[in-house]
């Protein structure tokens, strides 16, 4: 492990002296991709070096106690216990952040929120299930836009997609795939019933032009009047976008423009992104038919999460996690549920590497 941490440091040396370097400087692209690789590594050679030195203060603590003076050996034998911790607890840290990296973990998002079982119960949810991944993303610092919407009849909404962007946040929203259930008592029940709705959400890495190769010859493109409140050329210019991608079939729509140009643009990047996600779900079925019997298949219909309401309760079913405050979960304070996911998945990709499994990357 020492040796390929050395390797990984040399690495993080040469990157921090190309970021001043004329020629990258003067690349705009070169210095995004060297500035993005040295961030990636940074966390892992600030844990090695911290690593490194208590080794160090290690083996001088351990030389104290066996020929040191008197004062010496009684500081070795306070000082020793906590240190061994420390090492541990590196060590631990090391393994995960050595653990094979999901390729899609600094990319952005597109988000899709859809109404299901439940009627206008479901919209409703729907609706607040979206606030609260927007008021995440906006502690997160994220930039958030909702690119199609279609409202529910009685207030909440049918669907919505929306696009993510910022830092490593695939990373994050990748756990929030798959059906959320709430159970309360709807504003229309009259005799206090508890109803049961879902919602399904879809978090899906943003492709980029190199991830996905689309021939425009398989693509029509309908225009027609935005919809929906707000905005001067709504209902007035044909401004939203309709992609039909022949081949496969799908259906992207765009309207958050009031360019027809940008909208086009928007409808292009849903398009490779669900294009790129039918590709990763492929490979991912071939690469992991092993390990959906140990930790679940991650597929979108399975339900992962459950909010009830009358019990002020969250529980997430693929790591048996259960917390209480719904009122600040739903203001966006998911970061803990989130934080839990990955660390449980880390420590099953974990458990893989060291325990004589498959190997996986970590991520559901």
């Known amino acids: 492990m020492i040796d390929k941490l050395e390797e ?5 040396e040469r990157l921090t002296a190309d970021l001043s370097n004329p020629e990258v400087l003067a690349d705009s692209a070169k210095l995004q991709k060297v500035s993005k690789e040295r961030a990636a590594l940074e966390k892992l050679v600030e844990t090695f070096r911290t690593y ?13 106690l066996d020929g040191g003076d008197a004062d010496e050996k009684a500081y070795a034998r306070e000082t020793l216990p906590g240190l061994k911790q420390q090492r541990e607890e590196l060590e631990q840290s090391l393994k995960v952040l050595l653990l094979p990296k999901d390729p899609n973990d600094e990319k952005d998002v597109i988000l899709e929120i859809r109404a299901g079982a439940g009627g206008d119960e479901a919209g409703l949810f729907a609706e607040e299930v979206m606030q609260m991944y927007l008021r995440y993303a906006a502690q997160q610092g994220w930039k958030a836009d909702i690119v199609d919407m279609s409202p529910g009849s009685v207030g909440g909404v049918k669907d919505v997609t929306i696009t993510l962007s910022g830092s490593a946040v695939f990373s994050n ?30 978090v899906m890495p943003e492709a980029e032009d190199v991830d996905v190769q689309i021939n425009p010859a398989d693509i029509e493109m309908q225009v027609m009047r935005s919809t929906g409140s707000g905005g001067q050329s709504v209902n007035t210019t044909d401004s939203a976008v ?24 928007q409808a292009m990047r849903m398009l490779r992104t669900k294009l790129y996600e039918i590709e990763q779900e492929r490979i991912r079925s071939e690469r992991d038919s092993m390990r959906r019997g140990q930790v679940g298949t991650g597929d979108r219909s399975e ?36 934080t839990a996911c990955r660390t449980h998945y880390q420590a099953e990709a974990l458990k893989q590497q060291t325990g004589g499994g498959q190997p996986r990357s970590e991520g559901p």
């Not at 490194?52 to 104290?64: F, M, Q």
């Not at 309760?313 to 917390?323: A, E, F, K, N, Q």
């Open 8 to 12: 990984v440091e040399r690495r993080f």
């Open 52 to 64: 490194r030195k208590v080794l160090g203060d290690l083996r001088e603590v351990e030389a104290w």
């Open 173 to 202: 929203m990748k756990y929030e795939s798959g059906v959320h259930r709430v159970q309360r008592v709807p504003a229309t029940e009259t005799q206090g019933r508890i109803h049961t709705s879902t919602i399904t959400v879809s």
């Open 242 to 265: 309709r992609l039909i991608h022949k081949p496969s079939g799908i259906v992207v729509k765009c309207q958050q423009e009031k360019s027809q140009t940008k909208n086009r643009t």
């Open 303 to 338: 339900k992962i999460r459950t909010y009830n309401f009358p019990q002020d309760r969250l529980t997430d079913h693929r790591i048996s996690l259960t917390v209480h405050n719904l009122p600040g979960i739903m203001a966006g304070g998911i970061e803990d549920v989130i």
